[in-house]
């Protein structure tokens, strides 16, 4: 066996979409002759937390964790935000009116704490990390981000080890939709340390093709070999035993978080519409929210003639969000209405898969999520405001669902490729190439 040192922010306890990657990986490598070994922090700030998760650490897994000095206490003084609110620091809203102390905050995030607000942690991580490859004898690096301040301990154990590192990528670094609007300075300073952790990176694995293509675009100059796409994935070791027994009321489900500009708004349009039309009645329809919902959100359910045909399941364990998957008729996915759409692929979206339910998207025609519901056959994409789309797809698998017939038929052969297994026997067949069989 082989160790790998794996430096993670976002780490059970945490919850959220963002632990997964990693959690598989240090499920799997071990199969494939890799031992990981995790720095990850003791005190970290995270949107959702999720224990359960903490039983899928494998229990001889070392799991270092070192203290991170976290701003997000005073950020929330400051602004006035409860103290036990989850807080979202990449939430898109359409929203331009923000308090004065909001926007003092916010000036300071993105002037000061570059690359990210977890920018603390290399005031111990690095230390750290040091001690544990040499009592460990670690042959490898591997970094997951965002944040990319992991990337940034990860070079600097690289600079002074030598070691091959692999830098994870799950979105792009600067220019993306979640990133800070920084004046020229901070800006300058945060694309430098993104170019310098691609250049000085062995091999950067990314979650989504689009990370790559934007990468280079920004870097010319860079080296297209030694970049890897590997997708992210589902387990369907995950999957609980759910009795398998008939809605009363056709029940579209949406996992996950729904705020700002992520808002089903053309969902409850297409309901409406079916009623208006005479296809069922409220009472025969279900829209179910699995996570966390901004007031936002709310506000325009609320507003909705159906707003009793929405069922709203605050944030669940893992294990439990997946059951609700499998209790559903059919799984809406948004994706984010944003210059970078068309290379968005959420993570979801293969649990989504796995479950083997009919997606419906609200993704660009052209989008990567688009190409892979038509590659697997698993569902629809409907362009983002398209009422008329989104009301005849549903109500084709409406009527499906009430004459008892299949909702679709998807390709379970191109599906089973995106098992989170395989994805680690690529991890530990590149760091075999890296370090030496």
Request: charged content about 25%.
């Amino acid at each position: 066996m082989k160790n790998l040192l794996i430096i993670a922010y976002y780490f059970p306890p945490s919850g959220g979409p963002g632990v997964q990657r990693v959690l598989k990986n240090v499920q799997y490598l071990p199969e494939f002759g890799w031992n990981p070994i995790v720095l990850t922090v003791s005190n970290g700030t995270f949107p959702a937390r999720d224990e359960s998760l903490l039983a899928k650490v494998p229990p001889d897994t070392i799991v270092e964790r070192t203290h991170i000095y976290e701003p997000y206490d005073l950020y929330k003084k400051f602004t006035r935000t409860n103290a036990s609110a989850a807080l979202d620091v990449s939430v898109l809203t359409t929203n331009a009116e923000q308090s004065f102390t909001k926007r003092i905050a916010n000036f300071i995030r993105s002037t000061f704490f570059i690359p990210d607000a977890r920018i603390g942690w290399m005031l111990t991580a690095p230390e750290r990390g040091r001690e544990l490859i040499r009592e460990h004898g670690i042959h490898a690096l591997y970094s997951s981000s965002p944040p990319y301040t992991c990337s940034l301990i990860a070079r600097s154990l690289k600079r002074s080890t030598g070691l091959p590192w692999i830098a994870g990528l799950r979105d792009p670094w600067t220019e993306f939709l979640t990133t800070p609007k920084r004046w020229w300075l901070p800006r300058m300073i945060d694309r430098s340390l993104e170019q310098s952790v691609l250049r000085e990176a062995d091999l950067v694995e990314c979650a989504w093709q689009g990370i790559i293509t934007d990468a280079l675009r920004k870097y010319p100059s860079l080296n297209p070999g030694k970049f890897l796409h590997v997708p992210n994935g589902y387990d369907s070791a995950d999957f609980p035993t759910v009795e398998h027994t008939r809605n009363t009321r056709f029940t579209i489900t949406y996992s996950g978080s729904l705020y700002g500009l992520r808002n089903p708004g053309i969902l409850l349009r297409a309901m409406e519409r079916l009623v208006e039309l005479g296809e069922c009645t409220p009472s025969d329809i279900l829209f179910r929210c699995v996570g966390r919902v901004g007031d936002d959100v709310l506000s325009s359910i609320a507003q909705s003639p159906l707003r009793d045909s929405v069922e709203i399941i605050p944030y669940v364990p893992h294990a439990e969000s997946i059951a609700w998957l499998l209790r559903s008729d059919a799984l809406l996915l948004i994706v984010d209405d944003a210059k970078e759409s068309n290379e968005i692929v959420p993570g979801k979206v293969y649990e989504y898969l796995g479950v083997m339910k009919p997606v419906v998207a609200i993704a660009p025609a052209q989008s990567a999520v688009a190409s892979l519901l038509r590659q697997t056959k698993a569902g629809e994409s409907i362009e983002q405001g398209d009422a008329d789309a989104m009301t005849s797809v549903i109500t084709t698998l409406y009527r499906r669902w009430k004459n008892k017939t299949p909702l679709y038929e998807p390709i379970h052969s191109e599906i089973t490729k995106y098992e989170r297994r395989e994805a680690a026997r690529i991890l530990a067949k590149t760091l075999d190439g890296m370090v030496g069989e």
